[in-house]
């Protein structure tokens, strides 16, 4: 059952986070590129960046048991999971599990994408893609992850 569980919460957090993560890493390209780049090969950039985005996530949440890691640096922290430093702990940690790698290959899809003559240095286009990504990555993932388990817990009757 907690295997579940578990798996619930990760399909809906893979959804929440690629999707975002697609969008904001999209148009802050879009933004970067100086609204060069056409809006029709935007929206296949972003409808790419969310498959990729989400099959990452799902890898990730299958191989990492992330209750069991944020539990550990709860206690390494002397602090509940539940408190708002827990919270606040857990999230950090989801975000820097996530968000680099989700990150790093949708900025390598975009570079790869981009014509030659065009291509900005990959190291800027990463490094700023990731500094933003991680800021929204930790914002989404603070709120969305409390919801996702609550609604989850409560189909199986689990109390938090």
């Not at 959804?15 to 935007?42: C, D, H």
């Amino acid at each position: 059952m907690l295997r579940k569980v578990s798996l619930k919460i990760s399909l809906r957090m893979a959804v929440t986070m690629s999707f975002s993560l697609s969008i904001i890493g999209n148009i802050a390209g879009y933004i970067m590129s100086g609204g060069k780049r056409p809006i029709p090969a935007l929206i296949i950039g972003i409808a790419i960046s969310f498959v990729v985005g989400f099959i990452i996530s799902m890898l990730i949440g299958w191989a990492v048991p992330m209750k069991k890691v944020g539990d550990a640096v709860c206690r390494k922290a002397h602090t509940s999971s539940k408190s708002l430093k827990g919270r606040l702990l857990n999230t950090l940690v989801s975000d820097i599990i996530y968000t680099p790698v989700i990150s790093t290959v949708q900025v390598l899809l975009g570079y790869l994408q981009m014509p030659q003559g065009q291509r900005p240095p990959f190291i800027g286009m990463w490094l700023s893609s990731v500094i933003i990504c991680m800021l929204f990555g930790y914002i989404i993932v603070f709120m969305f992850q409390p919801i996702y388990m609550r609604k989850v817990f409560s189909q199986f009757g689990i109390e938090m």
